[in-house]
């Protein structure tokens, strides 16, 4: 499995940027793919998942409203279109995929990276205030 994710750059705030991840090697009909980021010093996070099944979608509660996830089956290709940045979206990105549709939370309803295998190299995504 492989994943690449290209996009990622410099922002000033209230702008935008699209992320894209193609990946390879597994079933992309039967996958669920996801975005996280890290900024330095802290935790990994969930942003935003799809899953092919049902084109469901996860959003975290920071970005909800200003990020969009979408696929193009095609391309095995999945994007995060990325509006009004904010200087704490400021990370780098990562896209994680796992070889099953379901989009897997933790009890507190944030997405679950345990049961992400599969991680590219990721993206930085600065914005600047």
């Known amino acids: 499995v492989q994943l690449v994710e290209s996009g990622g750059g410099l922002v000033q705030a209230g702008g935008s940027l699209r992320l894209s991840c193609v990946a390879s090697?597994?079933?992309?009909?039967?996958?669920?793919i996801a975005w996280f980021r890290q900024a330095p010093g802290r935790e990994r996070e969930g942003v935003s998942c799809i899953s092919s099944k049902d084109d469901g979608t996860y959003y975290a509660a920071s970005v909800k409203g200003r990020f969009t996830i979408s696929s193009d089956n095609a391309k095995n290709t999945v994007y995060l279109q990325m509006n009004n940045l904010k200087p704490e979206d400021t990370a780098v990105y990562y896209c994680?995929?796992?070889?099953?549709?379901?989009?897997?939370?933790?009890?507190?309803?944030?997405?679950?990276?345990?049961?992400?295998?599969?991680w590219g190299q990721g993206t930085q995504v600065t914005v600047s205030s």
């Open positions: 994680a995929a796992r070889t099953d549709w379901g989009i897997p939370l933790t009890s507190m309803g944030s997405l679950d990276i345990r049961h992400f295998t599969s």
């Open positions: 090697g597994f079933p992309f009909d039967d996958y669920a």
